[in-house]
C-alpha cells in the first residue's frame, strides 16, 4: 500500500485522488511517520459497508434470538430518555 505525507498529499492532490479513484490504489496518509488517515476508491468503500450492514444484520438476527423480551427500539429509546 503506498504511503504519502499529507505535505506531499496537498503538492499531489489531484494525481493522488486519480490514483485512488482511476487507478484502485488506496493511499495511507502520515503526519510526522504516523499514519493517520487513508485515500480509498468508492468501490472499496462500497464494500466495506456492505460487509458492515452485513454484520450489523448478523448480529441482530443473533441478538433476537436470545432468551428475554424483545421490545420494539421506540420503547427502548424512551427508556433511555433519548
Do not use: C
Request: aromatic share 6%; glycine share 4%.
Amino acid at each position: 500500500m503506498n504511503t504519502v505525507s499529507t505535505v506531499e498529499a496537498r503538492k499531489k492532490f489531484a494525481e493522488i485522488v486519480n490514483r485512488v479513484a482511476y487507478g484502485k490504489e488506496p493511499v495511507v496518509l502520515t503526519r510526522r511517520g504516523e499514519q493517520i488517515a487513508a485515500l480509498i476508491s468508492m468501490e472499496d468503500i462500497e464494500l466495506l459497508n456492505f460487509i458492515e450492514d452485513h454484520v450489523d444484520t448478523k448480529d441482530a438476527r443473533k441478538a433476537l434470538e436470545e432468551p428475554g423480551k424483545n421490545i420494539s427500539a421506540e420503547k427502548f429509546w424512551k427508556e433511555l430518555g433519548l
